[in-house]
């Protein structure tokens, strides 16, 4: 295998355990440009990567943490976030990304996504939506827009899509943004964006899954999903989130749509402790 | 009825389906995708029947309870990893002494482990799984055609012993394909266990509830599972034996392997080794009395399991001190081939002066 120049200042290759490559994932799949944004997000940031870990937990997205050159984390299916939870408040000088993929993060872990944006814990997460199980066959999504065909809903999906940034806002995160794969510069912006953000950052990303989800739904190559991207989406920062509701064949709203300060829970941890230590006035 | 080439994860819905299964929550897990398809694609369009993608394998055994309470056969199933989650629910079903039916086609631990064949999951099968004093049924099939006729046989017990029944099968019998037939067809009318919550309508209002705080209560109720239990293991424990007649040494393997012991000794055998089999089906109960009967005959046994010596322990708790036990286990999802199984079986042979 070639190694890219060691010099090349925008080169990702010093952050891949290239040891592991190649990678599993499908051609035209979204993951990779979606990895390719955050890596070079890092260096953009002029965070310190050797104080920033990424954890992931199961599925396609999942095997991030296995291919990134930084102290990385894969985990429990689902509980990606309550790890990083205990990671980041451990060591507090880690920056922690969580990044993930829409079961893992919303479906089995839609509990611990919405507690940590509740409790607005400074950690990043990024969330590769693509509607779909793609790892164990194209099973359907809890972001699977209603009637869409997947492996377990061979009929029409019969169930209710979650719109993600209406979910995390009413959550409490600081910052949501959502972009596609085709968003590519302002993917990696908002990456920055989201790492140099105090509090809970959640950065949606939808994205192809040629092989599974886009074969039962008219998008056999991953080139027709990104040309059916460019057609349906609106940039509209600051859109409110009720209006990003993903559907079969809706628009896709993308852009930075919550961007507040909130204390973040290390924040009031420490308040609290300061409080605990004063002498009783009783 | 024709035999129909399947594999066993979709032999396994087929035989549901025809069992009267009214539910199905899955949640997808390598290797059993093939059964939550299966159930949503042929499930789904029976009159009255339901299937549901769960967010998580713990919503989807809570699911189950549900549809149990109100007398509906419910599945669901999982690997390895996934039946961890299931453990709190089915001590719940457990302690409200209801029905259900629960596969796990397991795949190499700890951890997320492997996605290969392995049987690690012995002990948490048949030591109860989650907290508290109790069992659940375990069949252990080695066949797609076992596979179908034990998911029947395994609704049939729910109901009947008013339990949860576990199918502990693995990788392999879940992604294989044989011919398979179905012996019966699905119900026309969709069963509904009696005394289920169905609203109080003529008879006094009911509650299904696990917490007691009454101790001697307590005991009570676990002395009443336990009297059920000696009940079950009276009548329905099951096994097979195979060329065990004249055998000088009986392999004692489950599942995927006993059918890889098979071959190896078949092999053996051609070598002029007597050799024969001893296959438990229901894990548990475990055939304790079909091993005190090898005994009597036989006094070198070897134990074999793709696990590090699990269900070891129950053939030596069988044996009382009696005869030798060896052992030969591969973990991890490792599935060795009928040649290293014979060429174990035969050093064994050797070693103990058998020939």
């Given amino acids: 295998m070639n190694n890219p120049p060691e010099n090349d200042q925008l080169s990702i290759a010093k952050y891949l355990r290239q040891d592991r490559l190649p990678h599993i994932w499908c051609a035209a799949c979204g993951i990779g440009p979606a990895l390719n944004c955050f890596l070079r997000a890092i260096d953009k940031s002029g965070l310190n990567p050797d104080k920033m870990s990424v954890v992931s937990g199961i599925g396609c997205s999942g095997r991030v943490a296995g291919y990134v050159k930084l102290d990385s984390f894969h985990t429990t299916h689902g509980r990606a976030i309550p790890f990083a939870t205990g990671l980041r408040l451990a060591n507090p000088e880690l920056k922690a990304v969580v990044f993930s993929g829409d079961g893992d993060l919303v479906a089995i872990g839609g509990n611990h996504l919405i507690h940590a944006a509740r409790r607005n814990i400074d950690m990043t997460v990024i969330c590769i939506n693509n509607f779909n199980y793609g790892m164990t066959g194209g099973q359907v999504g809890p972001t699977a827009p209603y009637d869409v065909r997947t492996s377990t809903t061979p009929y029409g999906n019969f169930e209710s899509a979650f719109n993600l940034p209406l979910l995390l806002f009413a959550s409490g995160a600081s910052y949501i943004a959502r972009w596609t794969v085709v968003h590519l510069h302002q993917l990696e912006n908002t990456i920055v964006e989201a790492l140099l953000k105090p509090g809970f950052s959640f950065v949606e990303v939808i994205s192809p899954c040629p092989a599974v989800y886009g074969r039962m739904n008219k998008e056999p190559d991953g080139l027709d999903s990104l040309k059916n991207y460019v057609k349906r989406s609106i940039i509209k920062n600051g859109a409110d989130p009720r209006e990003t509701e993903i559907t079969q064949n809706g628009p896709i709203v993308v852009g930075k749509f919550v961007d507040i300060i909130r204390p973040t829970l290390q924040e009031n941890l420490a308040k609290v402790a300061a409080k605990a230590k004063k002498p009783s006035t009783k | ?355």
């Fill in chain 2, 1 to 355: 009825m024709p035999k129909v080439l399947m594999d066993g994860n979709s032999a396994i819905g087929e035989a549901a389906i025809r069992a009267g299964c009214q539910c199905y929550f899955g949640y997808p897990i390598t290797p059993q995708n093939e059964l939550i398809e299966y159930m949503a694609t042929h499930l789904s369009r029976r009159k009255g029947c339901v299937f549901v993608q769960a967010e998580s394998e713990l919503a989807a055994i809570n699911m189950v309870y549900g549809a149990s309470v109100v007398g509906a056969r419910a599945m669901t199933s999982s690997s390895s990893p996934g039946i961890s989650l299931k453990q709190e629910g089915i001590s719940y079903l457990a302690a409200c002494e209801l029905p259900a039916v629960i596969v796990n086609m397991s795949r190499g631990g700890p951890g997320l482990g492997s996605i290969a064949a392995a049987q690690s999951d012995y002990f948490q099968a048949t030591r109860g799984g989650g907290h508290g004093d109790y069992r659940t049924i375990v069949l252990a099939p080695s066949s797609v055609q076992e596979l179908a006729d034990l998911t029947i046989r395994a609704f049939d017990l729910a109901d009947k012993y008013k339990i949860p029944v576990i199918i502990l099968g693995d990788g392999v019998l879940g992604q294989m394909m044989e011919p398979v037939e179905f012996k019966q067809e699905a119900p026309a009318v969709l069963p509904v266990r009696e005394g289920s919550l169905r609203g109080a309508k003529g008879r006094p209002s009911k509650i299904i509830k696990t917490f007691t705080s009454n101790p001697a209560e307590l005991e009570e109720i676990n002395w009443s599972l336990f009297r059920r239990y000696g009940l079950i293991k009276k009548q329905e424990t099951t096994f097979e034996t195979f060329m065990i007649d004249d055998a000088k040494l009986v392999v004692v393997a489950f599942g995927i392997a006993a059918r890889i012991a098979k071959g190896a000794i078949r092999n053996v055998r051609a070598e002029g080794l007597k050799v024969g089999l001893l296959r438990p089906i229901t894990l548990w109960p475990f055939p304790d009395e079909a091993v005190k009967e090898v005994v009597k005959n036989v006094n070198h046994f070897l134990v074999f399991e793709m696990n590090m010596g699990q269900m070891l322990e129950d053939v030596q708790l069988s044996l009382e001190g009696k005869g030798e036990v060896s052992f030969y286990g591969r973990p991890g999802g490792v599935i060795p081939t009928p040649s290293e199984v014979s060429r174990v079986i035969s050093r064994l042979y050797y070693q103990k002066g058998l020939k």
